[in-house]
């Protein structure tokens, strides 16, 4: 039409590049053929011309988080001659009515990330994982850390839950593993340590963890609480890391590890070939990093426990066996996720393993039985009702023995025989041996004969060699002082 201005139609046409006819049509009807097109009527009638405003609109104006689905629902019952065929076309409905009329959401602002300035921690769950040591599961949690510029990773399995200990042992492997520190660090609430602590208890773990970052010269900071995208640069991170887990897993074919540390050991490995990826940013973001301190800080809690007169102390309602030398002392326990160091003054006198309280709220236990078998030899018949039975014998043989002797003897031999296999076990260090040869016997049907295992496994005097210590007589060492002397070597 631009063109028809200076042109003949026959002209424009073939500079517009169409034909002459084409150009006729044009010159007498300028409007597009979309624009002549008639808006397509409906085909059937509207179902819910009679419900959606007077019953729907009221029903998310009064709840706006309701689901379609139970919108619909909800018509179907007050009007059972309506189409289950409706769903979509209410779906689309009520979505377009709430771009018009539905309340303002929460917008998401991404941001710029520097490097050295930000670092963030999280914990996410790894139950879906299925993973087990030695055929249990393993209930778990995995600590996160990332720098969102670089892209550096590090993670770690918790055993417990969400704590101050796992944060911090956690955070302080990571930085260690980075080789610095950024100016900020940023976790979530901390809501699952928290839960169940008075205010005195929140404000003293709020105390500690503004102590953690002060030690490392970061500023400490925490998103708010059920506000997950605020993470969102490591929350983001955890269902790739987690999905990376798993394809190992799926290639490794099996979901069963030997011992924890063969599992750390794998999620290492994984984590190690992802930082690998980002080898250059990572070694970039380094330079930007602030210096660790000369030490690590404290990773645990500490807690003061009395050894009770039953040879050990309640901590987090779960009770540990401790040698009864210690009955009525007072010790210093520290806390960390998988293990307690228990000291006496400056003295550290054994490391245990942690326990976990059940999920139903009971009490557990940690128990060695070489803690109390010297007492037990002496009362036997306290294995019959034991509180901590189950959690005394060290392999599944010596339960199997006590179950088979109590099925098929009385119960008082029956007690003092499994007592004094533990006590075998105890006094010659053949617990495993020992475990072994009862699994023999029961798998033959027959019961332990504590003689004959006492003879196999205590030391046949005969082939004892023997020794023979001969006195040296004190004129030698008069005889030793005259020589240096003559020879002036110092001794």
């Not at 393993?138 to 200990?165: C, Q, T």
């Not at 609480?225 to 394809?247: C, P, Q, T, Y």
């Not at 003295?347 to 059940?358: D, K, Q």
């Not at 001969?470 to 008069?478: A, H, I, P």
């Amino acid at each position: 039409m631009k063109l028809r201005q200076n042109h003949p139609i026959e002209v424009a046409a073939a500079k517009a590049g169409m034909s002459r006819a084409s150009g006729y049509r044009i010159s007498k009807d300028p409007q597009l053929p979309s624009q002549r097109a008639q808006p397509r009527g409906r085909r059937r009638p509207d179902p819910l011309e009679h419900i959606f405003d007077a019953e729907v609109v009221p029903l998310l104006q009064s709840a706006p988080g309701l689901r379609p689905v139970a919108i619909f629902e909800e018509m179907l019952r007050r009007h059972p001659d309506l189409s289950p065929g409706i769903r979509r076309t209410l779906e689309r409905r009520i979505r377009a009515w709430r771009a018009v009329h539905g309340e303002e959401q929460e917008v998401i602002f991404r941001q710029v990330h520097e490097p050295g300035r930000l670092a963030l921690s999280d914990f996410t769950d790894m139950g879906a994982l299925d993973v087990t040591i030695a055929g249990q599961p393993l209930d778990h949690l995995l600590y996160h850390f990332r720098l969102p510029w670089s892209g550096f990773e590090h993670a770690h399995v918790i055993l417990g839950g969400e704590s101050f200990v796992a944060l911090a042992e956690g955070l302080q492997n990571a930085l260690w593993s980075v080789g610095g520190a950024p100016s900020s660090h940023r976790s979530d609430s901390l809501s699952a340590a928290f839960r169940n602590l008075d205010a005195d208890a929140r404000a003293d773990l709020t105390t500690r963890y503004d102590a953690l970052c002060t030690h490392y010269r970061m500023t400490p900071t925490r998103n708010n609480k059920g506000v997950a995208h605020e993470n969102g640069s490591i929350e983001s991170a955890h269902g790739h890391l987690k999905s990376a887990i798993r394809d190992a897993l799926l290639m490794r074919g099996c979901a069963d590890f030997d011992d924890l540390d063969g599992y750390r050991a794998f999620i290492d490995e994984i984590v190690g070939r992802r930082n690998a990826a980002r080898g250059k940013r990572i070694a970039a973001e380094r330079s930007y990093l602030q210096g660790l301190p000369a030490r690590r800080t404290t990773d645990f809690e500490e807690v003061i426990v009395t050894v009770a007169s039953t040879g050990g102390f309640t901590l987090r309602r779960v009770f540990y066996t401790v040698p009864s030398r210690l009955i009525g002392h007072r010790l210093r326990v520290r806390l960390f996720d998988n293990r307690l160091e228990v000291f006496t003054g400056g003295t550290l006198l054994l490391t245990l393993s942690r326990g976990r309280a059940r999920a139903n709220g009971k009490h557990d236990q940690v128990v060695n039985y070489h803690h109390v078998i010297h007492s037990l030899r002496r009362k036997p018949m306290a294995l019959s009702r034991l509180v901590y039975r189950d959690k005394l014998f060290p392999r599944q043989e010596y339960r199997r023995a006590f179950e088979a002797l109590i099925d098929r003897l009385p119960e008082q031999q029956a007690c003092k025989i499994t007592v004094e296999l533990l006590a075998l076990a105890h006094d010659r260090g053949c617990e495993a041996e020992l475990a072994s040869a009862l699994s023999r016997v029961l798998g033959d049907g027959g019961l332990p004969d504590i003689n004959a295992l006492r003879g196999k496994f205590t030391p046949d005097a005969g082939s004892l060699p023997a020794v023979t210590v001969q006195s040296v007589s004190l004129d030698s060492y008069e005889a030793l002082v005259k020589t240096v002397d003559a020879t002036g070597v110092s001794a």
